[in-house]
């Protein structure tokens, strides 16, 4: 059963490490060296604590880190788990969960995503204040377990909006120029087809990615704030933009990382 594993996890990680984090962070593909800023207290390979999926792609290390960032205990998964890799959702969302019972308020997610908004070019940051989930199952099918959260959990505001104005703020303080929109959600592995992009484009969405849906939906259910940022890693939506390939993605992830870095640690040392 999900608590029990989680509680198995959650005890072997307090084993190792004690003190619980304030924030959670999830650091996207290609922005794995924002923790290089963390002052460093504890690493945990995924592989060693009891029913952690291990992750498999290319730009994620996979591991927690326990330390200090802006003066707060974080913890941060370097690596995340994709319904693409063939992860179930319930094994997507299980380290959400873990970081929740060891005592997290916040969650900061990062990703990179494709752009379907015209006005977008490669590298922009996109602050997601609303998702359209597409394809992925939901991570709460099943019986509800109670313990988590409602059968019905509310999603009227998954990205907090105060945090959101935080962000903001903070962006528009250092000159740093943040987008806004809606993150759609899709399965992958493949990148979307020109006829997809405008189609996402059509339904609303402004950056469409293959993370972070499922896990937002977990963390709402379990009544933790979420704040989310997308890099714009490549453009869809012309005839004429580029062929994407993940190499590109990686490249466009790790240009814009010092100003998604630094969004993230003045956003934790306001928490
Ligand atoms: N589509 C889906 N996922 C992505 C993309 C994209 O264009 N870029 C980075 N992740």
Redesign the pocket.
Known sequence: MTVQKINEAVAYIKKQYSISPEAGIVLG?GLGSFTAEIKIEKELPYSEIPHFPVSTVEGHSGKLIFGELSGKKVVAMAGRFHYYEGYTPEEVVFPIRVMKYLGIKTLLIS?????MNINFKVGDLMIINDHVSLFAPNPLIGKNIAEFGPRFPDMSEPYKKDLIHKARIIAAAENIDVREGIYCG?T?PT??TRAE?KLLNIIGGDA???STVQEVIAAVHMGLPVFAMSVI??I?IRPEDNI?THEE?LQAAKDAEPKLTYIFKELIAQL
């Open positions: 593909s990703n990179a995503a494709g752009g899709v992958g990148f979307e992009y469409v990615g293959m890693t490549d869809g994407i993605v």
